[in-house]
Each structure stands twice: as structure tokens, then as C-alpha cells.
């Protein structure tokens, strides 16, 4: 295998004039959140898709429309209910009388962004119409093979409250979302702009696009060329190894988490204008990535011992690479 060619100074700072402007627009309605923004951006440009759970009312569905509106996107909505369908997620396939043929008509998923709100309400059946889609970017319904337009984000949303009905999804089925994150309630300052600007009509439906999707999808590609030393994938490889070590997990992170590590750190790396990573891009995307992949034990989960303190602890053990070579 080849090694991809070294980005060159324009293509690095062009991807992240991109990615700065779609920051700058996004926060113009997700207030005072930079950080989820630049998180969910950076997931987008990874080609991976986002668990958002959080109490309703925070701007989770606000972001994913925000995020399809600045990038030209086509967007569709999914109301997740227990009598949802995975038919009505994916598509089905009718008979045509005039024409004398079976005609696949697509179904929501067909889309750049597909906002899956309170994806726990639905049957597991029809969660997994979403989440095979969300693996493989094709939809297969009366054994033909249907393609998902590139570039194809899945941001899902669920309530951490009034779990009574819902399905929750298994530990396999969130090791499909490349992050999750929560939105969080804004400051008392942030959130009375919020109200003037809802009063006065701020919305995603009123942002202009600063770029599109082929213009993301061949960004997207641009990342997968950001330089990783050999000591990065080593020590991406230690913090998950460590995860599996650890006396308060169940469940450390697998392989598929390591790769979606360092697939996101490349594009959080090129969005600073580096053509290369950091140990600190890794850092910085730990807890996003690993913390939904990790089964506590249930000594831990009695003790209230979260994901996020564990990770804490495995950041500190693991030896961080040196330029020079030398781990401190």
C-alpha cells in the first residue's frame, strides 16, 4: 500500500479557511457552544456520524440543521416513535401499474444530513434500518443495493430523561457513532441572546451556505492524507489497550473505536492548519470518541464512576510521544 501524498500548503489552508467558515456560521444560531460545534464539524469532515444526548430544548436539532444549511445540503427529518417503521426509514420498493415494474421509492435516509431525533423510542428493528445504513452508506431493500448521497452524516439525538418506552441502544449498535457529545445548557449570558435571537427570528432556515457538498466530500478526502507518526497510531493504540486493562471496565474500546481516533484527529488537526498530528489532537477527541464505547463494570456503575473520569485516569497513565522520541 502507498503512502498518500504529503498535502500541500494551499490544500492545507484552504480546508481549514473551509472549516473555519462553517464554524463562524454555524455559531451564528448554536450560541456560545464553539467547542460542539467544532466537534460535530470535525465528525462531518471525518465521515462519521454523532450521537447528540442531551435534554430536550438545548439546540440539538438546531446544530444539525445548521449544519446542513451552511453546506448546501439536502436534510431530512426522522421523528423516531415506537410505531416507526424500518420502511419508513429506508424506503420500499412499490409496483408500478403503468409501467408493469417494481419501483424503489427512497425513503429519509436519502439525504446529506439525516437528524434522527429520539432515536431510543423506536423498536430496535427499526433502529437497525438506520444504523446498517450508517455502516455501509447503502440501503438494501428486495436485495438491490441503493447508494446514500456522499457526503452523509447521521446526527442522532436522545433524552437521558423519561426513559420509560424507550429502547436503549446496545453497546454494538454505539460503536457506529463515530462521537458523542452533549450540547449543554448556554451561560446566563449566552442564553439571553439566545431569547433575543429567537425573538428576533435567528434560525437555521435564514443561513446562507458557505460552501458544498462536493466541496465537503473533497475535503473530507483532503484529511485522509494529514501525516500520522508511527508513535500516534502507537499511542492511540495504548489509550484504548489501556481502556481494556482497566479495573472499572467491563468493556475496553475495540479496534473499530482506535480507527475512528485517529481518523477524527486528522481532521481536527487539518482544521488548525496542520497537515500533521498532534498528541494533543488525539487528546483533545478522547473523550468524544472512546466514552460511549466503554462498558463500566457494575461495582463502578454503583459507585457513580463515569466514562469520563475513567478516561481522565487513562490519559494520565499513558505515556505521552515526544518529538524527539523520548516518552515522558
Known sequence: M??????????????????????????????????????????????GHVLLEDVP??????????????????WRRIQFTPDLLPSDVSGVTIFNQASREFEFHPGPVFANIVIADEINRASPKTQSALLEVMEERYVTVDGVRHPVPRPFLVVATQN??????????????LDRFLMKLSVGYPSEEVEMEVVRGGAAGRSPDYLQPVTDTDTVAQL????????????????????????????QVRVGVSPRGVIALVRAAQAFALSDG???????????????VF?????LSPDAQLRGVTSTAVLGEVIETVAVPQPAGVTQ
Open 274 to 288: 496542520r497537515a500533521y498530528l498532534l498528541p494533543e489532537d488525539i487528546k483533545a477527541l478522547v473523550e468524544a
Open 57 to 74: 430544548g438545548v439546540g440539538k436539532t438546531t446544530l444539525a440543521r445548521a449544519i446542513a444549511a451552511s453546506v448546501r445540503g439536502k
Open 160 to 173: 437521558p430523561v423519561e426513559m420509560d418506552g424507550t429502547y436503549r441502544l446496545p453497546e454494538a449498535q
Open 2 to 47: 502507498t503512502a498518500p501524498h504529503p498535502l500541500t500548503p494551499a490544500e492545507t489552508q484552504g480546508y481549514a479557511s473551509v472549516f473555519a467558515r462553517l464554524a463562524d456560521n454555524v455559531g451564528s444560531v448554536v450560541l456560545g457552544k464553539p467547542e460542539v460545534v467544532r466537534l460535530a464539524l470535525t465528525a462531518l469532515f471525518a465521515e
Open 291 to 295: 466514552a460511549h464505547r466503554l462498558l
Open 220 to 247: 473530507a478526502r483532503l484529511a485522509q492524507r494529514v501525516y500520522v507518526a508511527d508513535a500516534l497510531y502507537a499511542y492511540a493504540v495504548q489509550l484504548a489497550s489501556a481502556t481494556r486493562r482497566h479495573a
